[in-house]
């Protein structure tokens, strides 16, 4: 059912929400077929029909077609609907099931490929940890919020630090172990820290 609050999105959102997918996903395929160091920006726009320097409006790296994605707002946005009597880990666990829920199952896919991709190259891995440090910093306004402290307080960016690396504990356990639910693993470990951490 279509969520009738929300404004529409304009064509020339479209196109640019149209294009940016298309840069990732020629990517990707580049990626796959010849390795993320041999493929350059150039064949990656190539690819996707635009030209280098549109390339660089939509990503400012090659490092960031991997790395980057649209969904915080929705987590955001799921987070700040959750009731207020949940307390900010119990809220954080809602929203990530009901986000994820939101989102198609073969982007979910993409996510994953991309994800699997930035543990699996050093480069990445390096970049993946500048990323991680704006996340938190978004995670501890959106706590902070919830708890009605100021985002700067110590326990809220210890907490949001915390959630930080449960989610790439989370991503390098599903690396691990592929068959398993990657949402069941990120709920159990989130439901973990809720618990105080015992083992």
């Known amino acids: 059912m279509p969520d009738l609050t929300r404004p529409k999105v304009g064509l020339r959102e479209r196109k640019k ?51 980057e994605d649209d969904y915080d707002p929705l987590l955001i946005e799921t987070y700040r ?26 982007e979910r896919d993409d996510i994953w490929e991309r994800v699997s991709l930035a543990m699996s190259i050093p480069e990445l891995r390096i970049a993946m940890i500048h990323q991680i440090t704006g996340t938190a910093e978004m995670l501890a306004r959106i706590i902070a919020e919830r708890a009605g402290l100021d985002a700067g307080d110590l326990k809220v960016r210890n907490v949001a630090a915390a959630v930080i690396g449960l989610v790439i504990s989370a991503q390098i356990y599903y690396f691990e172990h592929p068959e398993k639910d990657f949402l069941e693993i990120l709920d159990e470990s989130l439901a973990h820290l809720q618990d105080g951490f015992p083992l």
Do not use: H
């Open 17 to 67: 929400i149209k294009t940016r997918a298309s840069i990732q996903q020629n990517a990707m395929r580049l990626f796959r077929e010849q390795g993320y160091q041999a493929t350059t920006v150039e064949q990656i726009a190539e690819a996707a029909e635009i030209s280098p320097s549109t390339f660089f409006r939509y990503f400012a790296t090659k490092e960031a077609v991997v790395l």
């Open 81 to 106: 609907n959750q009731p207020p009597g949940l307390n900010v880990i119990q809220a954080f666990r809602n929203a990530v099931r009901e986000g994820f829920l939101l989102i198609p199952e073969e």
